[in-house]
Each structure stands twice: as C-alpha cells, then as structure tokens.
C-alpha cells in the first residue's frame, strides 16, 4: 500500500486535486489548469516510464496549454458576467415598480425613497413628497430615477 502512495503516478494525482480544490479557495482560474496539466502527466506516467524531468516538462507544457487554450473561454462562459448583463439584471429587478418616498425633494435634487424595504437614494424631475407612491424608471448605479404616480 506503501509503495501506491508514493508512486510518481498517485503523486500527480494529488496535486491535481490539490490544485483543484486550491482554486475554490483562490478563484483566477489559473490553478485550475495547473491541476489539469497535473493529471496528464499523472495519466502519462501511468502509461510511460518518463523520467523526473520529462515529467516536469511534460506537467509545465500541458499546463501552460490548457491555460492559453481554455481560460478565456471559460472565464467568459462562467466567471465574467458583463457589466451590461447587470445592468439588465437590475433593470429587470427594479424599473416599472412602485416605491414610496421617504424625503420630500424638488426637481434635480436627491432625496430618499424605500424600496423593497430599503432606502435609495432618488431623483425626479417633479416635486416628490413624503409618503406619495413613485414609479422607478431608471436604474444608475446606486440611485434610483423616478417619477410620481398620479
């Protein structure tokens, strides 16, 4: 059993799955292809006799191919989501709903309104008092744009 644990084989296993699960703690999805070039060489030298260096060399080439290869790619697909995307996100959570202000405020001036029961920051281009219902129709940043409900 010994002998198993410290073949060259189960060694590069090990640290492909150390490196796998080192990226959940250090997201960059860099060591995530590391642990990939880790297990081809685990899965070579399983299948060839490779010396220490060809095993390096092997672990150093398939690891910086993978990360040219795939990153990108999946960075995109799964970590990246485009700043446009949360602006729709957002849109969709917030414009067309009612909110109600909580500080009277004039045209061009920002005053506060709760919504979802929160308080926001707000601006209209109409007199908006306290307690009356608003319509959210916009979304900038962390301030909302909205109008009175009539």
């Given at each position: 059993m010994k002998e198993i644990l410290y073949s060259k084989e189960v060694i590069w296993f090990i640290i492909g799955l150390i490196l796998f699960l080192?990226?959940?703690i250090f997201p960059g999805l860099v060591l995530l292809f590391?642990?990939?070039?880790?297990?081809?060489?685990s899965i070579a030298a399983y299948l060839f006799n490779l010396s220490l260096d060809t095993q390096l060399l092997?672990?150093?080439?398939?690891?910086?191919?993978?990360?040219?290869?795939?990153?990108?790619l999946l960075k995109e697909k799964y970590m990246n989501k485009s700043s446009s995307d949360s602006e729709n996100d957002a849109e969709l959570d917030f414009v067309g709903k009612t909110a109600i202000a909580v500080s009277?405020?004039?045209?061009?001036?920002?005053?506060?309104v709760e919504f979802n029961g929160s308080n926001w920051m707000?601006?209209?281009?109409?007199?908006?008092?306290?307690?009356?219902?608003?319509?959210?129709?916009?979304?900038?940043?962390?301030?909302?744009?909205?109008?009175?409900?009539?």
């Amino acid at each position: 059993m010994k002998e198993i644990l410290y073949s060259k084989e189960v060694i590069w296993f090990i640290i492909g799955l150390i490196l796998f699960l080192l990226e959940f703690i250090f997201p960059g999805l860099v060591l995530l292809f590391f642990g990939v070039g880790a297990w081809i060489t685990s899965i070579a030298a399983y299948l060839f006799n490779l010396s220490l260096d060809t095993q390096l060399l092997l672990f150093i080439i398939s690891s910086l191919l993978s990360l040219a290869a795939l990153r990108k790619l999946l960075k995109e697909k799964y970590m990246n989501k485009s700043s446009s995307d949360s602006e729709n996100d957002a849109e969709l959570d917030f414009v067309g709903k009612t909110a109600i202000a909580v500080s009277t405020f004039d045209p061009g001036e920002s005053g506060k309104v709760e919504f979802n029961g929160s308080n926001w920051m707000a601006i209209s281009d109409e007199p908006i008092q306290v307690g009356q219902r608003v319509k959210i129709i916009a979304i900038n940043s962390i301030k909302l744009t909205i109008t009175p409900i009539k």
